[in-house]
């Protein structure tokens, strides 16, 4: 790499391995919840239907199914989430919110928000954000060629 390409490189590094772990932290004090135990709650709020079989839910947070299963089991016996068998494949398991799942995702919402402000959107001028936006969506298409998985829009 060119000192140009390092720079960027080290930076988008730099920020993979401190905005998880802030995210981590606020969360974690203000809702007792992890990042990833926010973002299974809020795949769950946004599925259309009731549930979401475990396999889905796997794919829509980009983890394995045992390390799903794991955050699965605490936040079940937190009665965040509820599981059950899958009426139409009994080998599935599908996973819904309960009502203090959805009401702690709730609770938890504005000070994410309020951090992810503080982070990256209040320390960016517009333009800036507008050249993050156009930076992450092409990042985030390759990756999701690379990985096979559809692209967010």
């Known amino acids: 790499m060119n000192e140009q390409e390092s720079q960027a490189w080290l930076g988008l590094t730099t920020v993979f391995q401190l905005l998880p772990s802030a995210l981590d932290r606020q969360l974690q ?14 795949a769950l709020q946004l599925t259309p239907g009731p549930t979401m079989r475990m396999t ?21 016996k937190r009665g965040l989430i509820v599981r059950s068998p899958c009426p139409e494949d009994g080998r599935a398991t599908n996973v819904g919110l ?16 309020a951090m992810a402000r503080r982070l990256v959107i209040d320390a ?9 936006t156009e930076i992450t969506g092409v990042i985030a298409a390759r990756l999701a060629d690379e990985s096979g998985h559809p692209r967010v829009t």
């Open 29 to 42: 004090r203000d809702s007792g919840l992890t990042h990833f135990e926010f973002v299974v709650l809020s």
């Open 56 to 76: 889905a839910l796997a794919e829509a947070t980009d983890a394995t199914l045992p390390r799903l299963s794991h955050v699965c089991g605490r936040l079940e």
């Open 98 to 113: 309960t009502g203090d799942g959805r009401r702690e995702l709730i609770r938890s919402v504005p000070g994410h928000i």
């Open 124 to 132: 960016l001028t517009p333009d800036q954000l507008d050249a993050l």
